[in-house]
């Protein structure tokens, strides 16, 4: 069983930055791939980022490619999202994710955060 805690979402001018942190309850955290979604009212909940357990592959959506940067820090059991230059369209619940593989599909990863929400403005 994993356990994952999100935080860091909140209020940013479009231009801006967040990073969103995701905190893994296991002392397996080694074993898994992380992957950040998100879900935007009426949208279906998207893959924005992925990690596999190594930490040395990272996968991003065509969207957020070159501003947002997926890491891992497996002595914190932590894995982050750094999102820079965000706009209004980012708009969404950001939610962590965890499975055996990066899969680009919601439905096939077993684990979820609460998720964090994050707000653009103009």
């Known amino acids: 069983q994993v356990q994952l805690v999100e935080s860091g979402g909140g209020l940013v001018q479009a231009g801006g930055s967040l990073r969103l942190s995701c905190a893994a309850s296991?002392?397996?955290?080694?074993?898994?791939?992380l992957g950040w979604f998100r879900q935007a009212p009426g949208k279906e909940r998207e893959f924005v980022a992925g990690?596999?357990?190594?930490?040395?592959?990272?996968y991003y959506t065509e969207s957020v490619k070159g501003r947002f940067t997926i890491s891992r820090d497996k002595a914190k059991n932590t894995v982050y999202l750094q999102m820079n230059s965000l706009k209004l369209e980012d708009t969404a619940v950001y939610y962590c994710?965890?499975?055996?593989?990066?899969?680009?599909?919601?439905?096939?990863?077993?684990?979820w955060g609460q998720g964090t929400q994050v707000t653009v403005s103009s």
């Open positions: 994710a965890a499975d055996a593989v990066v899969r680009r599909d919601s439905q096939r990863w077993d684990y």
């Open positions: 296991t002392r397996t955290f080694s074993n898994y791939a």
């Open positions: 990690v596999n357990w190594s930490g040395d592959s990272t």
